[in-house]
């Protein structure tokens, strides 16, 4: 699961305070911060709640949202993120990978694409020539 | 002070010596290693790996050796001291304090501490999110992947247990752990690759386990934490590294029989994980490619380089340690320096002689003192070398009744208050009893060359005072333990009782003879003096 965005995370900032909210109980909160559309809103929350991060009850003709999870375990997942992030390299150092932490660009990649198919074609030709 | 003041000056020392010295050494092992290359021409690159492996086992050997050499040559056969409380193992006495806390030494002890914390902490991060990143995934491989890797594994002749995963978020294949070794497949990979082409990519990762590379490179890491400041280190390092990658390359094409696949498996891999931003920086990858399929690569080249450099790196460094250890000394090499005189230059020192000029010329001293060497000097004491008290016609005059606080039996001969260049009077008669090397006042072949001796030990002597006992307003050589210590120099036993009292006992002193014990009370005031004892040898 992703980390939430900063808009998202104003959402959820919200609704962590509110408990369960409509999406108009969350725009006017938000508005109070700073102005704000509430389509805006309310396709944040649609998103939102497609990627997981909140929870949607359509009983109503309302929808009502909850945050999927509380805010310790969000805070939890972000700093995780943020530290993968930052010691990618590093935590890579450390396991031994098929492939070298540098990375090779779009041109060397073709021409290793080429140098392989030629290798191939050349072996192929060689077979192809050996006497029965 | 620095973060190093509260560790033995000793240590301080000797730690400075080493980093110092593996310039140099550090330097001339990895230039050894293009020489190895060219003498024997590896053609297996598990030669190279070895000896890339071998050169930085001895870099990382090189230090512990050097503080080895140093402790062997500096501690007067390490006889314990006696304390009231116990000390920390480094705590030589005869390194000089003095040197070791002037000058730069300390900071570089400290700067150097700093960044193995900062790289440990750094580290160690790193390793809690890569664990934390296998522990995530653990969604096994569908059939028939798990009986390929046991086939596998019996081939390489592992003998552990091993996991596979399918790692959904990774971008390649990886290897984590040791003894319970796990294996991270991308999802990409799975869906990308051919049956063909995954079995070689899985007996590559296998090959890492077969040859406990996750175990070399945590040394490695290690290693590359200490010694953080030497380039050769680091250079050595990526070689073992890329060695590696080549040795699995051959292990996993001789298992699978099958050099093509794998090379074409690195390239789709590598074309999974590509982002636009890369940019063209010649990775390693192609030169992996170029060995599997039996082209010709080019080496060599780089290494000649680097052998050139390294020799340079080598020349410059042999050449400026010695400039730059003299100018850490502050005495003249020859004597009286202290029995651990810093190697100033790059062979090893020769043996301390037990000081030279101790050669018999003192008849009027009746038992020959032992050897500075069975002297425990307390920590911190710089090291002068005990002498017999100097003849009688040594000037060393006390003050009967003298001052020191109305003590009954008076001692201390006047210190003159408050000169540190200039040559004081009594104190310096009586330290040139004491200073190795004036002999007598006469004696000695060159009065200057004497009277200078005197004037430093002198100085060294309040300088040491001063740091040691000074207080608040009170200059360190006026009180009762400095003014003692001036003149007669280091105590040849000390007893501590931290708070409650110390005691200084002399074996041998001018006027009380044999075994005088000066008691101080826990603020450093004189409490007992010894008695006077029989005519002065």
């Known amino acids: 699961m992703k980390s939430p965005t900063p808009a998202e995370l104003e959402i959820l900032k919200v609704l962590w305070t509110l408990g369960d909210a409509t999406v108009r109980q969350v725009h006017d909160e938000l508005e109070r911060q700073r102005p704000s559309r509430y389509t805006t809103t309310l396709k944040l929350m649609q998103i939102m709640a497609a990627k997981g991060l909140v929870l949607r009850e359509e009983d109503e003709r309302a929808h009502v949202y909850r945050a999927a999870r509380g805010r310790e375990e969000t805070q939890r997942r972000m700093v995780g993120d943020l530290l993968d992030k930052v010691f990618e390299g590093s935590a890579a150092q450390l396991m031994m990978g098929a492939l070298a932490h540098q990375r090779a660009s779009r041109q060397e990649l073709s021409e290793l694409r080429r140098m392989i198919d030629d290798f191939e074609a050349a072996e192929r030709g060689r077979k192809e020539r050996k006497p029965r | 002070m620095t973060l190093s003041g509260f560790l033995s000056p000793a240590f301080v020392s000797i730690a400075g010596e080493c980093l110092l010295h593996f310039l140099w050494q550090g330097a001339a092992l990895a230039a050894l290693l293009p020489a190895a290359n060219f003498v024997l021409r590896p053609s297996s690159a598990r030669t190279r790996y070895a000896l890339h492996v071998i050169t930085l086992f001895l870099m990382a050997l090189a230090p512990v050796l050097t503080a080895w050499w140093l402790w062997q040559w500096s501690a007067p056969e390490g006889e314990a001291i006696r304390l009231g409380s116990r000390l ?35 580290n160690a991060t790193a390793y809690t999110v890569a664990w934390a990143g296998t522990r995530r995934c653990r969604t096994g491989l569908p059939q028939p992947w798990p009986r390929i890797v046991e086939r596998l594994r019996m081939q390489l002749h592992i003998r552990r247990r091993v996991q596979v995963f399918c790692a959904p978020s990774r971008k390649a294949p990886c290897v984590f752990g040791n003894w319970r070794p796990v294996i991270l497949v991308p999802a990409a990979a799975l869906v990308r690759l051919t049956r063909l082409e995954l079995e070689a990519i899985l007996a590559h990762e296998l090959a890492h386990i077969a040859r406990h590379d996750w175990l070399v490179n945590l040394l490695q890491v290690f290693i590359e934490t200490v010694l953080f400041y030497h380039p050769a280190v680091w250079w050595v390092s990526r070689g073992i590294r890329r060695e590696r990658e080549f040795c699995c390359d051959d292990m996993a094409a001789a298992v699978t029989e099958n050099r093509r696949d794998l090379a074409r498996a690195l390239v789709t891999l590598e074309e999974s994980r590509w982002s636009p931003a890369v940019t063209a920086s010649g990775s390693p990858l192609r030169i992996r490619i170029q060995r599997l399929l039996d082209m010709p690569t080019q080496h060599p080249a780089q290494s000649r380089l680097a052998a050139v450099a390294l020799l340079v790196l080598l020349a410059g460094v042999t050449v400026w340690h010695p400039v730059f250890a003299a100018g850490q000394n502050t005495e003249p090499p020859p004597p ?19 000081p030279p000029r101790r050669t018999g010329a003192q008849p009027a001293v009746a038992p020959a003192p032992p050897q500075p060497a069975k002297t425990p000097l307390p920590p911190g004491f710089p090291s002068v070398p005990p002498v017999p008290p100097a003849p009688p016609a040594a000037p060393a005059k006390v003050v009967p009744g003298g001052m ?61 005072t001063n740091q040691r006992f000074s207080k608040p307003g009170v200059p360190g050589y006026t009180t009762d333990r400095g003014r003692i210590y001036l003149l007669w120099g280091p105590p040849d036993e000390l007893e501590v009782h931290p708070g409650s009292k110390e005691m200084w006992r002399y074996r041998l002193l001018p006027v009380f003879g044999k075994d005088a014990t000066f008691e101080f009370d826990g603020e450093g005031k004189l409490t007992k003096a010894p008695s006077r004892g029989p005519a002065p040898i």
């Open chain 2, 88 to 122: 920390p193992l480094f705590s030589l006495a005869s390194l000089p304090a003095a040197q070791a806390s002037t000058g730069w030494t300390p900071w570089l002890v400290t700067a150097w501490m700093c960044g193995v914390a900062l790289l440990s902490v750094w």
């Open chain 2, 336 to 354: 009286p320096p202290p029995p651990a005189a810093p190697p100033s230059e790059n062979t090893p020192p020769p043996p301390p002689a037990p």
């Open chain 2, 404 to 464: 020191v606080g109305g003590v009954p039996g008076g001692v201390v001969g006047g210190v003159p208050g408050g000169i540190v260049g200039g040559v004081p009077g009594r104190a310096a008669a009586a330290v040139a009893g004491s200073v190795p090397g004036v002999l007598a006042a006469g004696e000695t072949a060159d009065k200057s060359e004497a009277e200078k001796l005197v004037e430093e030990e002198v100085a060294r002597r309040i300088r040491w």
